[in-house]
């Protein structure tokens, strides 16, 4: 049995927010939007820091690289603002891309940068130098989302055609083109395992996919609208699905099965509009949605 427990609400965002990402720094969270700034809360108080740094458009994706006193932010302009933390300041924008930035992922094996655009490629950029490296052209149109396998041998992308593109992470081949989605892919996860892959489509279908086969292996009609964001939890054998539909909902990782239902339908103080991101801070799950408001929940895995 899982229970939930709305813990905190953080409030200050005056438009939706898209993201939300943890800092290196534990007890630190970072969240983005349709505001013009990058806003840092603390979560030991749950409380206001400060808005980190102004931009001058909605911010889609944030990034903090494990070992890097670096964030990133990815903006609907397509630029990538590079604040360091050390200097305590934006030190570079990353400019490539003209069409907005929806995902950005670290591969630190090759210490490397991976950012996804509307304009259907993918900048490679060196996580050291902050030199862009190569581009990928992956898709006619939007990359929605990027998943990095945690054994970093293959790469993930969400797509706006419906697919999900599965790249080799040695060389950044293309490997394999999934089909089963009818509407754009917004979400994309690989199992902690590397057994397999989740995505979450506009269809507001979850689909499991094995990551030795590429096969089909599951469908689960997870929501009424569109899955937002799905994430592992960082230990124990569950997921959790945003939705538009203004849900979040825990899923069993090794049976797929329903375990937790978390809206206002099921009588929890929750949002009121599309779920966009969720993040797990150990047995917190953090919530941002168009509702302007995140929310932290603590759950209990009995």
């Known amino acids: 049995m899982i229970t939930a427990e709305k813990i905190a609400e953080l409030t200050g965002h005056g438009n939706p927010i898209f993201t939300a990402e943890l800092s290196q720094k534990p007890g630190i969270l970072f969240t983005g939007g349709n505001d013009k700034g990058l806003v840092e809360w603390s979560l030991e108080r749950n409380a206001f820091i400060k808005v980190l740094f102004p931009v001058p458009a909605s911010i889609y994706a944030i990034h903090c690289p494990p070992g890097y006193p670096i964030l990133f932010a990815g903006l609907r302009t397509g630029d990538v603002v590079v604040f360091n933390f050390t200097e305590q300041k934006i030190v570079k924008l ?3 891309h003209a069409a907005p930035v929806f995902d950005i992922k670290s591969v630190q094996s090759k210490k490397e940068l991976l950012v996804a655009s509307e304009d259907g490629t993918v900048s490679v950029w060196s996580l050291e130098s902050l030199e862009q490296l190569y581009t ?3 898709s006619a149109d939007t990359i929605r989302s990027i998943s990095v396998a945690p054994n970093e041998k293959l790469v993930a992308f969400g ?6 593109k599965l790249y080799d992470l040695v060389d950044y081949s293309p490997i394999k083109s999934l089909h089963g989605h009818t509407m754009p892919v917004f979400s994309v996860q690989f199992a902690p395992d590397n057994t397999y892959l989740a995505s979450g489509s506009r269809d507001a279908q979850v689909k ?3 990551t030795s086969t590429f096969e089909l292996i599951k469908s689960i009609p997870a929501h009424l609208f569109a899955v937002n964001h799905i994430l592992f939890h960082p230990s124990k054998p569950y997921f959790a699905t945003a939705s538009m539909d203004k849900s979040i909902k825990i899923w069993g990782s090794d049976d797929f099965k329903l375990y937790k239902v978390i809206s206002r339908e099921k009588g929890y103080p929750s949002h009121q509009l599309s779920v966009n991101k969720l993040s797990w801070n150990d047995s917190q799950l953090i919530s ?5 408001r995140v929310i932290i929940w603590l759950l209990s895995f009995d």
């Open 94 to 96: 990353l400019k490539h």
């Open 136 to 138: 990928l052209k992956v």
């Open 159 to 164: 797509c706006r055609d419906n697919s999900v």
């Open 208 to 210: 499991i996919w094995d």
């Open 288 to 292: 941002v949605s168009d509702d302007k």
